[in-house]
């Protein structure tokens, strides 16, 4: 028994509570509608679809800066291991592509190599400077900072529109699909 009535007591603050949050919601969806300016209900899901649009735009757009940046600094890598093992390579071509030079030296051939299949996997055939590439690097890095400052504007609009759309639906009892 007084398991049951803990139980019914507990239920009882919950809904008491839940009354009480969502009134708090409702109201502040309301305060925001003022403040915003009167807007229908298909100007809200406008607002709130292009601040969804918007948010996924800057998320693609941080996604691809950062696919660039791993490139960059692939590619410098592979520069850098081309230019330490290239002495070592022209020696193994000179020896005749002897196979006793080439154990004593594999760590260093296949670095060379490698490095070589990247560049022709890429098409390159000058090779950019570590310098320039730190450079374009360094621009990447800045162009995601001031889209990330974006992004999380855009995250914090898109969360407060879904909510006052979301509240808005359920004082209109208007059923919505859900929101990704």
Known sequence: ????????????????????????QLSQAVIWLKEHGDMSYEDLQKRSDAATDSFNALSAQIKELESQMTANGELQKQIVNYAKTRAVYVEYRKAGYSKKFRTEHEAEILLHQAAKNHFDELGIKKLPSVKSLREEYTDLLEQKRKAYSAYKQAKNDMKELHNVRANVEYLLEISSPPQP
Not at 2 to 20: G, L, N, S, T
């Open 1 to 24: 028994p007084y398991r049951r009535q803990r139980q019914m007591c507990i239920r009882d603050r919950y809904e008491r509570w839940a009354k009480v949050f969502n009134l708090k």
